[in-house]
């Protein structure tokens, strides 16, 4: 009864003849063995989540955008000792930080298949379901952004008025804190399913995410209005974010292949993610901000150039890495590979 | 299984309403709230006759999802879906390549048939990452989509490991089998395992099925089929990875991933901690820079 289409170990002795099982026997070497890529007819074994890669990377985007940037804004406002280098980081931020509650939040019910039930998100609170979180952090962002920019919008119409600037120094506490978890907890959003691409490193992803927001922060809020010396220490805040993310997407990569699926690295997604983001929109304002440091003067139109390359390429990145899980779901040789007993954790395995 | 004593009851072919307690007649079953249950399918007995599907359909007043021919032995229906939430698999043993055997072993099976359905994991991933508390445990311990809650997030979707839960884009909503809890509220067993002639699809109080399944193992094992195992038993393939166990388990004769099911699935919200704890840090780290050098005062005379 040897069957070729299944190998021919893997058709005598599926698994142990005593029903002993992946993840209970330990990873035998027969066990490993007996896998010989097999798969029902090649169909799908998971399905992908049903996001628009755009409108979920977006938003993403944004939140990590809008979150930096008033993480970053904070510490600009309480660390600079002259107001005149504070005033306009933190007004953009202010502003920037009013991004991710609009148009962020805008693209999140739109991606709901029943929009007009989105505040059912906000019947439960559960840890552990990142979407709960992140509705939870997004709401109280919102609140606290929402203050930092009306006390903004006063400031710039009635500039001697002195109540809005102590609304936004305390608003920008709270909205730093919840900031640093927009910018972050979108990774847990992904790395929490069964998508074998986003699950399979979660914590170089999140690393990757955090960098890449930090870095999106600093290149937009280096803008001709601020003041050159700090729009310099903004340059070097995205060099380093930039070098943390080079470094992460490098250790994601190293994980997927380490877990057996590094066929999934070469789909059309993963093309994307690769050279846009990770080389137009990493490597390439990196090798910029570098080289403007090595001339010797510093170019403010290279730094410039590298913010410009590294916001898109983070947008380019957000976007293409949903896509490239999407499409690890669709491929079964991907996912029944990943979910073979060496790349369960090491306590449960 | 011998006949119920209460079949007695009833010898009429006309009923006025439902039989007290069905369950009991038709699967020697007590449906009662706070205990668990479940399927145990034998995939070593089903003949393929896709009764589970169609029975699921009536009842569940689920549309056909295509009528096309997949080319893929006897298999139409493909995959679970969210109007099709039992799928009965064939897969095709004998040939190479997709070309069938011009000759058979005597008394054997060319086929290995499967009905799929939701594992209704104890640990269940798509209860965990739903963020609306639409997807719930029931008091049979099984896990249900709430329809009126649900708002097509589709976050369940990617979180399931088995591919089951599915987005109907008509009505914007998840959908995957209940284990029938209407019928279990009514007393009756889900509508596939009472269609199903051969018991291959058995359903009960999960320790009692643990048992029968067990015992079919030794059966099996005696008479010389020694591949058979079960799938989603407790520490079994299937309930790996913090899942626990799966209320609807499985006794296979081929690897998993033959039947289209992870060998080693995982529990999705234990990836949550070490993401976020990672991210914050990174966050952290690189905050911890920006004061620096916001606080530094190089560069400001250039």
């Given at each position: 009864?040897?069957?070729?289409?299944?190998?021919?170990?893997?058709?005598?002795?599926?698994?142990?003849?005593?029903?002993?099982?992946?993840?209970?026997?330990?990873?035998?070497?027969?066990?490993?063995?007996?896998?010989?890529?097999?798969?029902?007819?090649?169909?799908?074994?998971?399905?992908?989540?049903?996001?628009?890669?755009?409108?979920v990377g977006?938003y993403v985007f944004l939140a990590g955008l809008?979150g930096s940037?008033?993480?970053?804004?904070?510490?600009?406002?309480?660390?600079?000792?002259?107001?005149?280098?504070?005033?306009?980081?933190?007004?953009?931020?202010?502003?920037?930080?009013?991004?991710?509650?609009?148009?962020?939040?805008?693209?999140?019910?739109?991606?709901?298949?029943?929009?007009?039930?989105?505040?059912?998100?906000?019947?439960?609170?559960?840890?552990?379901?990142p979407?709960?979180?992140g509705?939870?952090?997004?709401?109280?962002?919102?609140?606290?952004?929402?203050?930092?920019?009306?006390?903004?919008?006063?400031?710039?119409?009635?500039?001697?008025?002195?109540?809005?600037?102590?609304?936004?120094?305390?608003?920008?506490?709270?909205?730093?804190?919840?900031?640093a978890g927009i910018s972050t907890y979108t990774a847990a959003l992904v790395s929490a399913?069964?998508?074998?691409?986003w699950?399979?490193a979660p914590r170089a992803t999140a690393v990757r995410f955090a960098s890449s927001s930090i870095a999106t922060a600093?290149?937009?809020?280096?803008?001709?209005?601020?003041?050159?010396?700090?729009?310099?220490?903004?340059?070097?805040?995205?060099?380093?974010a930039?070098?943390v993310e080079?470094?992460a997407t490098?250790v994601v990569?190293?994980?997927?292949?380490?877990?057996?699926?590094?066929?999934?690295?070469?789909?059309?997604?993963?093309?994307?993610e690769?050279?846009?983001a990770?080389?137009?929109?990493t490597?390439?304002?990196?090798?910029?901000?570098?080289?403007?440091?090595?001339?010797?003067?510093?170019?403010?139109?290279?730094?410039?150039?590298?913010?410009?390359?590294?916001?898109?390429g983070s947008l380019?990145f957000r976007i293409a890495f949903l896509?490239h899980g999407?499409?690890?779901?669709?491929?079964?040789?991907?996912?029944?590979?990943?979910?073979?007993?060496?790349?369960?954790?090491?306590?449960?395995? | 299984?011998?006949?119920?004593?209460?079949?007695?009851?009833?010898?009429?072919?006309?009923?006025?309403?439902?039989?007290?307690?069905?369950?009991?007649?038709?699967?020697?079953?007590?449906?009662?709230?706070?205990?668990?249950?479940?399927?145990?399918?034998?995939?070593?007995?089903?003949?393929?006759?896709?009764?589970?599907?169609?029975?699921?359909?009536?009842?569940?007043?689920?549309?056909?999802?295509?009528?096309?021919?997949?080319?893929?032995?006897?298999?139409?229906?493909?995959?679970?879906?969210?109007?099709?939430?039992?799928?009965?698999?064939?897969?095709?043993?004998?040939?190479?390549?997709?070309?069938?055997?011009?000759?058979?072993?005597?008394?054997?099976?060319?086929?290995?048939?499967?009905?799929?359905?939701?594992?209704?994991?104890?640990?269940?991933?798509?209860?965990?990452?739903?963020?609306?508390?639409?997807?719930?445990?029931?008091?049979?311990?099984?896990?249900?989509?709430?329809?009126?809650?649900?708002?097509?997030?589709?976050?369940?979707?990617?979180?399931?490991?088995?591919?089951?839960?599915?987005?109907?884009?008509?009505?914007?909503?998840?959908?995957?089998?209940?284990?029938?809890?209407?019928?279990?509220?009514?007393?009756?067993?889900?509508?596939?395992?009472?269609?199903?002639?051969?018991?291959?699809?058995?359903?009960?109080?999960?320790?009692?099925?643990?048992?029968?399944?067990?015992?079919?193992?030794?059966?099996?094992?005696?008479?010389?089929?020694?591949?058979?195992?079960?799938?989603?038993?407790?520490?079994?393939?299937?309930?790996?990875?913090?899942?626990?166990?799966?209320?609807?388990?499985?006794?296979?004769?081929?690897?998993?991933?033959?039947?289209?099911?992870?060998?080693?699935?995982?529990?999705?919200?234990?990836r949550?901690?070490p993401s976020l704890t990672t991210g914050v840090a990174t966050i952290?780290?690189l905050?911890?820079?920006?004061?620096?050098?916001?606080?530094?005062?190089?560069?400001?005379?250039?």
């Amino acid at each position: 009864m040897t069957s070729d289409r299944f190998g021919g170990d893997a058709a005598r002795h599926p698994l142990a003849p005593t029903g002993q099982v992946p993840g209970t026997a330990g990873r035998s070497g027969a066990m490993r063995r007996d896998w010989a890529g097999e798969t029902d007819y090649g169909r799908a074994q998971l399905k992908p989540a049903p996001f628009s890669p755009s409108v979920v990377g977006g938003y993403v985007f944004l939140a990590g955008l809008s979150g930096s940037s008033a993480l970053i804004g904070a510490l600009a406002d309480l660390t600079q000792k002259r107001p005149g280098e504070r005033r306009d980081v933190t007004r953009r931020a202010h502003y920037l930080a009013l991004l991710a509650p609009t148009i962020g939040s805008a693209l999140l019910v739109y991606d709901l298949h029943t929009p007009q039930r989105f505040y059912n998100m906000m019947r439960v609170a559960k840890k552990t379901s990142p979407m709960s979180i992140g509705t939870w952090l997004l709401l109280g962002f919102s609140a606290a952004a929402g203050a930092g920019g009306v006390a903004q919008i006063a400031t710039d119409l009635e500039p001697h008025w002195r109540w809005p600037h102590r609304i936004a120094k305390v608003a920008q506490v709270p909205a730093a804190l919840f900031g640093a978890g927009i910018s972050t907890y979108t990774a847990a959003l992904v790395s929490a399913t069964s998508t074998p691409v986003w699950a399979a490193a979660p914590r170089a992803t999140a690393v990757r995410f955090a960098s890449s927001s930090i870095a999106t922060a600093a290149a937009v809020l280096a803008g001709s209005s601020v003041s050159s010396p700090m729009r310099r220490k903004l340059a070097d805040l995205l060099l380093a974010a930039l070098g943390v993310e080079i470094a992460a997407t490098y250790v994601v990569a190293k994980q997927l292949d380490g877990a057996g699926i590094g066929k999934a690295r070469f789909g059309r997604w993963a093309w994307i993610e690769r050279i846009v983001a990770g080389g137009f929109g990493t490597l390439l304002p990196a090798a910029l901000l570098v080289g403007s440091r090595l001339l010797g003067r510093r170019s403010a139109k290279l730094d410039r150039t590298a913010g410009y390359l590294a916001t898109a390429g983070s947008l380019a990145f957000r976007i293409a890495f949903l896509g490239h899980g999407m499409e690890s779901a669709s491929r079964p040789e991907i996912s029944l590979r990943f979910a073979q007993p060496d790349n369960l954790p090491t306590a449960k395995r | 299984m011998g006949l119920h004593e209460r079949i007695h009851h009833y010898p009429q072919s006309d009923l006025d309403g439902v039989i007290p307690n069905e369950s009991e007649l038709t699967g020697g079953v007590t449906i009662e709230p706070g205990r668990s249950y479940g399927f145990f399918t034998d995939t070593t007995v089903c003949i393929g006759c896709k009764a589970c599907e169609v029975a699921c359909k009536e009842w569940n007043n689920l549309p056909a999802d295509s009528i096309g021919l997949t080319g893929q032995s006897f298999d139409n229906t493909g995959m679970l879906s969210a109007n099709t939430w039992r799928h009965v698999a064939f897969v095709e043993r004998e040939g190479d390549r997709g070309v069938r055997a011009a000759e058979q072993a005597p008394f054997q099976s060319g086929w290995l048939m499967m009905s799929d359905v939701c594992k209704h994991c104890h640990n269940a991933p798509c209860l965990e990452a739903c963020p609306t508390g639409a997807i719930f445990k029931t008091e049979f311990d099984t896990v249900v989509v709430q329809q009126d809650i649900c708002n097509g997030c589709g976050y369940c979707v990617p979180a399931c490991p088995f591919g089951v839960v599915a987005l109907n884009e008509v009505d914007g909503k998840v959908h995957k089998c209940t284990l029938c809890y209407d019928r279990l509220k009514g007393g009756l067993e889900p509508a596939c395992a009472k269609a199903c002639p051969t018991e291959s699809i058995q359903f009960g109080e999960l320790s009692d099925l643990h048992e029968k399944a067990r015992e079919r193992i030794g059966v099996l094992h005696e008479r010389g089929v020694e591949q058979a195992y079960l799938y989603g038993t407790p520490d079994g393939p299937g309930a790996t990875g913090d899942l626990g166990h799966l209320n609807a388990f499985f006794l296979l004769t081929e690897r998993p991933e033959v039947y289209n099911l992870p060998a080693a699935p995982t529990r999705a919200s234990n990836r949550v901690r070490p993401s976020l704890t990672t991210g914050v840090a990174t966050i952290g780290a690189l905050a911890l820079l920006a004061i620096g050098l916001f606080s530094s005062d190089r560069g400001e005379g250039r």
